[in-house]
């Protein structure tokens, strides 16, 4: 397969969100990660412009034979913006002309050459080399072992926002959560109610610790509980009560795997990816497990693989699910691909 069937895996690299500022996050809960994203490091490291500079026009001369070399430019100047402490942009440092002092760094020099390389000859992606994914209005920590949340993804929490209008509240449940992106999107826009609660569950440790990490950092600890395990194992306790489960599941032919790029293919979990032979393997288990997992009137979206898996599933739920599901119906993403399925519990 080649890459073109997989734009929204690859989509991260090829069209970056707008990054966000800052400012407005703090840092309290930057000391229960083994290692805290750049971004929330103390600047305990300094370097002069000049030798900054000299490091600029290093790592750009990486690139000059990428395919990708404007994205890596754009990665370059993400990374000494996460790097640097200064009050300047990154811009306004790499060209100024003036005199000024030592500018405080949150890595050595030294690591900033070594996370570059990193970069361009072993295709690890930015994300894991700084810690952090933008994703709506949130700086979310990553790192290897969890998946990098990607852009199309977003428009889920909006679906699921639509569907909870002029409806009673209840939990929602966020299926294979890794960095817990949907589990937070969703708490920040459901009800104030007691019952109004996201269960964000994932079978990797690795997503768990992470999920719980930006739960804690957003002080979202009321409105999310971490499970891990498969699936709706974890759930018992509310089956049949739930208002509404997303997901955005492993949903690769795992015959695929291999021709990823090489970001995708040799640094993110596998675990995130496979969907078994025909990619279908888990949708398929989800469908089947929302129809006792939801309440009457509860709603489903999924993430898929496109047009393709995204019809399939119509017609299964056609089919096999007739009498359960009402509303089924494909939504596109912005890139005009039938990205989701949703509908609801009758
Ligand atoms: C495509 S990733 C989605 C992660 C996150 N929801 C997002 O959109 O960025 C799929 C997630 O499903 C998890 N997963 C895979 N198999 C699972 C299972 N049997 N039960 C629960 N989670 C599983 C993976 O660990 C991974 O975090």
Redesign the pocket.
């Known amino acids: 397969m080649g890459l073109c069937r997989i734009p929204p895996l690859n989509s991260f690299l090829r069209q970056p969100p707008q990054r966000l500022l800052r400012a407005s996050f703090s840092s309290t809960a930057a000391t229960h990660i083994a290692s805290p994203p750049l971004f929330l490091r103390p600047a305990r490291h300094s370097a002069s412009k000049e030798d900054l500079q000299a490091f600029h026009s290093w790592a750009s001369s990486l690139t000059y034979s990428d395919p990708d070399q404007n994205h890596l430019l754009c990665e370059l100047r993400w990374l000494l913006q996460d790097a640097c402490a200064s009050s300047l942009d990154t811009h306004e440092l790499l060209s100024s002309s003036q005199q000024m002092g030592p500018v405080p760094l949150r890595v050595e020099l030294n690591g900033l050459y070594g996370l570059w390389r990193e970069r361009v000859e072993e295709r690890r992606p930015l994300q894991y080399l700084v810690g952090c994914e933008h994703w709506r209005d949130m700086v979310l920590v990553v790192k290897e072992g969890?998946?990098?949340?990607?852009p199309e993804?977003e428009a889920v929490v909006d679906m699921a926002a639509k569907a909870m209008k002029g409806k009673a509240g209840g939990p929602w449940a966020?299926?294979?959560?890794?960095?817990g992106?949907?589990a937070l999107g969703i708490a920040r826009v459901i009800g104030e109610g007691e019952e109004d609660r996201v269960y964000a569950?994932?079978?990797?440790p690795v997503?768990v610790e992470v999920a719980k990490f930006n739960v804690q950092r957003y002080g979202l600890e009321d409105k999310i509980e971490v499970r891990q395990?498969?699936?709706f194992e974890p759930l018992g306790d509310l089956k049949g009560r739930l208002a509404g489960i997303v997901?955005?599941?492993?949903?690769i032919p795992s015959s695929d795997l291999p021709g990823l790029q090489a970001e995708v293919s040799k640094h993110e979990?596998w675990?995130?990816?496979d969907g078994g032979e025909d990619g279908l393997k888990?949708l398929l288990h989800l469908c089947e497990g929302s129809s006792a997992a939801l309440r009457s009137g509860g709603f489903f979206v999924f993430?898929t693989n496109g047009d393709e898996q995204s019809k399939f599933i119509a017609n299964f739920l056609a089919t096999n699910f007739h009498d359960v599901f009402s509303g089924v119906k494909i939504s596109k993403d912005f890139a005009g691909i039938g990205r989701f399925i949703s509908g609801f519990r009758r």
């Open positions: 969890v998946l990098i949340p990607r993804t966020d299926l294979g959560t890794g960095s992106a949907l569950v994932d079978l990797s997503a395990g498969s699936w997901s955005n599941p492993p949903y979990p675990l995130a990816l888990h993430e």
